[in-house]
């Protein structure tokens, strides 16, 4: 078997990434990677960045400088290699609302070119749970169902890598426990990596092996939720994130904030 | 056929029934396709009835406004059809999902004037059948140009579409209007209606640069002096190539801005 030096790779690699909108500097200098089949969470308060770096790394926003890359290749050169292997879930952005969920979920695998369809759809149905919900249209679906619905697309192309914004806002307890575990399990399984934003800390401390902290568009601290957790002296993640957030801790690694990750 | 050439085909089809949906989930949708030609081809079709005994230049070709209505709705209806579609995404601020797929700004661009072109043939069709109903009149007398003036149209309202697309991305829903009128500010000096010659001398330069009024005057060549003029069908064919040259650049270059200015994430905000 052929040695493939892109499997030592970062599957997903920010380079002093800058975006400015005019005056403000929304993401300021962030690098970071992640590794190979992890799961990653992006923690921030509100304004932090960490939807913009999202966004940078999904190719839908350009950053000022800087650059992203994923499964060891630049996104900006390699986009159509990178992005059939890449998806993404947000409740945050829309799947068309008069389509129904199985017409979504129609268009969305032929533009990933997924192949036998059909039974794909109705396997991740079955798994979060939306058999009943298939003819539906979208706009009729409540705000938890709709987060199911963003789920089933985002594994529809079984990705390699996996961008999550919130990935279970709006689920209920028992339905976001089962999403936790539906994540975990398609890791395990199919060895994918998973970046996810949220602010759920309970979550990020179950699933996530490893954990960036944002803060004002940097890079201030990371490691695993048990390293930090130490770190800090704290015994949730919640109150880390607070620490960070409010700055009540000032960490050694805030200062040199661009050379997180490496 | 290469695979990219077929993943291109793929996600080309996949936006096509993306599409397709929403016009067979709306009867709405359907119904505006034919609503606004008929209107307009029985207005005009009453008006010829009249004309044609009170005036002699109608007279010497009844269909002569008829034909001007039909044309002109292509020319409209290529234009809005790219318009709409585009809408369709910014209303449903699906932006974001659809341009984190493999799927290319130009592919999408091939989707929306297909889209277009199916729209605006169901549209044309049933507007002229209707026009054989009431007024024994059958554009489709035009003949082979009629396929030229059809596509010239057509092509000029996707480059005029485009770059409407493009003013939307680039100053988001607030330039959504333009995707309505931008077109009807091109008819008064196009010639639907009377020769080019009748307009101003300086209004006669700027009609010279639309393609549209090379068709409207082989159109009236056609039906009055019964010749094709394959000059001025030349003339339209030059400049639709420049027209949908620029259209495609104007909004790519504003979808590239749009992803420079975080449009793609935040457009219908």
């Given at each position: 078997m052929a040695y493939d030096?892109?499997?030592?790779?970062?599957?997903i690699e920010a380079i002093k990434l800058v975006k400015r909108f005019g005056e403000v500097t929304a993401v300021d200098g962030v690098s970071f990677t992640v590794r190979r089949g992890s799961i990653t969470a992006l923690l921030g308060g509100n304004g932090a960045g960490k939807t913009t770096t999202l966004s940078i790394m999904l190719g839908l926003l350009l950053p000022t400088s800087g650059e992203a890359r994923i499964l060891g290749e630049s996104l900006v050169h390699y986009r159509q290699r990178i992005l059939p292997r890449v998806n993404f879930s947000s409740p945050y952005v829309d799947l068309p609302q008069r389509l129904t969920v199985r017409q979504n979920l129609r268009v969305y695998g032929m533009l990933y070119g997924v192949r036998g369809l059909g039974e794909k759809i109705v396997r991740l149905a079955h798994d979060l749970e939306l058999d009943d919900l298939l003819?539906?249209?979208?706009?009729?679906?409540?705000a938890g169902q709709k987060t199911r619905v963003a789920l089933a697309k985002a594994l529809i192309n079984d990705p390699d890598v996996l961008f999550m914004d919130e990935p279970t806002a709006s689920l209920d307890p028992d339905m976001a426990d089962y999403a936790r575990s539906l994540l975990q399990a398609y890791q395990a399984r199919t060895g994918a990596t998973i970046l996810m934003a949220s602010h759920n800390m309970t979550e990020v401390e179950r699933i996530c092996d490893d954990v960036l902290m944002m803060r004002r568009g940097r890079i201030v601290d990371q490691g695993s939720p048990r390293e930090l957790l130490a770190r800090y002296g704290r015994k949730t993640m919640e109150e880390v994130f607070l620490d960070i957030a409010r700055e009540r801790h000032a960490h050694p690694f805030g200062q040199s904030g661009a050379e997180a990750g490496s | 056929m290469n695979a990219a050439v077929l993943g291109s085909a793929e996600r080309v089809a996949a936006m096509l029934l993306r599409y397709g949906y929403l016009l067979r989930g709306s009867w709405p949708r359907l119904l505006e396709l034919v609503y606004w030609p008929t209107v307009q081809m029985m207005l005009w079709g009453f008006m010829t009835n009249f004309l044609v005994t009170n005036s002699t230049w109608v007279a010497q070709a009844a269909g002569v406004l008829i034909s001007g209505v039909l044309l002109w709705d292509i020319l409209y209806r290529s234009q809005l059809g790219v318009a709409m579609m585009f809408l369709e995404e910014m209303y449903a601020r699906n932006l974001g999902q659809l341009f984190v797929s493999p799927l290319r700004p130009l592919e999408w661009v091939i989707s929306l004037v297909t889209v277009s072109l199916l729209r605006t043939l169901i549209s044309f069709v049933g507007a002229s059948l209707l026009a054989i109903l009431f007024y024994h009149f059958s554009i489709f007398s035009l003949g082979f140009p009629l396929i030229f003036f059809f596509f010239n149209l057509m092509v000029m309202g996707w480059a005029i579409g485009l770059a409407v697309c493009g003013l939307v991305l680039r100053y988001g829903m607030g330039a959504e209007s333009m995707a309505w009128v931008a077109i009807f500010a091109l008819a008064p000096f196009?010639?639907?209606?009377?020769?080019?010659?009748?307009?101003p001398a300086p209004l006669q330069v700027f009609a010279h640069l639309l393609p549209s009024s090379y068709v409207f005057e082989g159109m009236r060549a056609v039906l009055i002096q019964h010749v094709v003029r394959y000059d001025l069908l030349r003339n339209a064919v030059a400049l639709n190539v420049v027209y949908m040259v620029l259209g495609t650049i104007a909004f790519l270059i504003a979808f590239r801005a749009a992803r420079v200015r975080g449009m793609l994430i935040h457009v219908g905000e």
């Open positions: 030096s892109s499997m030592q790779q970062p599957a003819e539906r249209p979208h706009r009729e679906l409540s | 196009t010639g639907i209606y009377y020769p080019i010659g009748s307009l």
